[in-house]
């Protein structure tokens, strides 16, 4: 399946300033001369993992946990974490959720853990795994980060009582290749392990079996998730010009950061979609906010918060701008009429309740653009398996592009070892 993403803009922003700029970036990303280029594993990465069979593998273990683990506990934080969040949010059914938990439906519910140091969330799984057979995905490429770590411990304790020696079974881990506690201790216990390339970052990985490992065992069409990537992939290696969505994105966010914007909110008008936003905020925030630089990456649930933000967004500091995720339309449900109309609603009877969200969007666009807002709307497709797989690295693209106009290195993250040092000192660690 082909594809492409439309992308629009409001007027007011001068795309020349800074379309050139973006072009020489993304060539010095695809030649591999920026900063921090041994980390490019990811832009050739949904082709490869097109042929190598590891999508394949994926399915078949997702269906051997799927038949006896109906809840399957994922381990992990940040970029191990946050891209199978944001895909699951939006493409799981609830309902089925439900049928496999009541026990009318064979199939593996998805948990997270070791994403906090938030205790009673915490005990709050524990309790829930009393309940269930459960089998867990430990996912950490450093091996050593402390949040995921005690989950682990912890839940290997658990495990341990419940299921004996046999326990090991049931844990899989991705992780380094070769280095790495976690590596070493999957080594001595016999776990399954699936490796995270040396070339790609935690907020990178998303389509390596971090992401596609516990979206398999959820039943999400992974297959379909990397089809789309590739069919991303395609599209942007091979336009060089403002046609090229990435291009243009990154040029728009990068113009309006130089002309004072430093903030963009990533709205979206479906529910779904709010933890895509999360993801979208850890890939930029890290890969671009340094060296005193860097658009600060917010984001918004419209019509909620209209009812929350709207006014700040309407009236506050004008040092913001949008970028609308405009998803394509999904189940519909039909505003019914009422004989009394006590609710004064029946003008709508007969409407799809997407109608109107579309009349709340269109209304609410025009009065951010009256506020002096700038808008930038982006057309991602359907909500499914495909476009959400596309978008995933049609944003790693961008961010890629767009770290290297401000000059700064996408691929690392210096800033998040100082609170680290702080908490180590405080713990005592050795
Ligand atoms: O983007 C990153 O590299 C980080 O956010 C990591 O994903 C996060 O810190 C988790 O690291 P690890 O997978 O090593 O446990």
Redesign the pocket.
């Known amino acids: 399946m082909d594809w492409n993403l439309q992308l629009n803009f409001s007027q007011e922003i001068d795309i020349e300033k800074s379309l050139e700029k973006a072009v020489q970036a993304r060539n010095l990303m695809l030649a591999g001369k920026g900063p921090g280029s041994e980390f490019l594993g990811w832009l050739e990465l949904p082709g490869q993992m097109q042929t190598g069979g590891l999508v394949e593998k994926m399915v078949n273990l997702a269906g051997q946990i799927r038949a006896h683990s109906p809840i399957f506990v994922t381990i992990?934080?940040?970029?191990?974490?946050l891209g199978a969040k944001a895909a699951l949010a939006a493409l799981v059914d609830p309902v089925e959720e439900l049928a496999i938990l009541k026990g009318q439906k064979q199939g593996s519910v998805i948990r997270f853990a070791g994403h906090h140091l938030d205790s009673s969330d915490f005990h709050d799984l524990l309790s829930l795994l009393d309940m269930y057979d459960f089998s867990v995905n430990v996912?950490?490429?450093?091996?050593?980060?402390t949040e995921?770590a005690i989950a682990f411990r912890i839940i290997r304790d658990l495990m341990k009582v419940r299921y004996g020696k046999g326990y090991a079974k049931r844990v899989f881990a991705t992780?380094d290749a070769a280095k790495?506690a976690l590596r070493t201790l999957s080594d001595q216990e016999g776990f399954e392990t699936f490796a995270?390339p040396d070339s790609i970052?935690?907020?990178?990985?998303v389509l390596t079996p971090?992401g596609l490992l516990p979206l398999a065992v959820a039943g999400v069409d992974i297959a379909a998730m990397v089809q789309g990537a590739v069919a991303a992939q395609k599209f942007l290696h091979t336009v060089s010009n403002r046609e090229n969505p990435a291009i243009l994105y990154a040029a728009l966010r990068n113009q309006l950061y130089e002309s004072g914007h430093k903030m963009e909110l990533l709205v979206s008008y479906l529910a779904k979609t709010s933890f895509l936003a999360e993801w979208w905020k850890?890939l930029f925030g890290?890969s671009e906010g340094k060296q005193g630089k860097g658009l600060w990456p917010a984001s918004v649930q419209f019509t909620t918060d209209l009812h929350s933000l709207g006014q700040w967004i309407q009236d506050g500091p004008r040092h913001l701008f949008e970028t609308i995720l405009n998803w394509e339309e999904g189940k519909a449900l039909i505003i019914p009429v009422d004989d009394q109309d006590l609710d004064g609603l029946n003008y709508l009877a007969g409407e799809k309740i997407s109608f109107i969200n579309e009349k709340a969007k269109e209304g609410t666009r025009m009065a951010h653009l009256e506020g002096g807002v700038p808008i930038i709307d982006l057309y991602p497709g359907p909500l499914d398996a495909f476009h959400f797989g596309a978008l995933f690295y049609f944003f790693e693209y961008s961010c890629g592009i767009s770290a290297y106009m401000l000059a700064v290195n996408p691929f690392d993250?210096p800033g998040?070892e100082a609170y680290k040092k702080n908490m180590f000192r405080l713990l005592g660690k050795p």
């Open positions: 992990g934080i940040g970029g191990s974490y996912i950490s490429k450093s091996g050593t980060t995921p992780t790495g995270i970052g935690g907020r990178y990985s971090v850890q890290e993250q998040v």
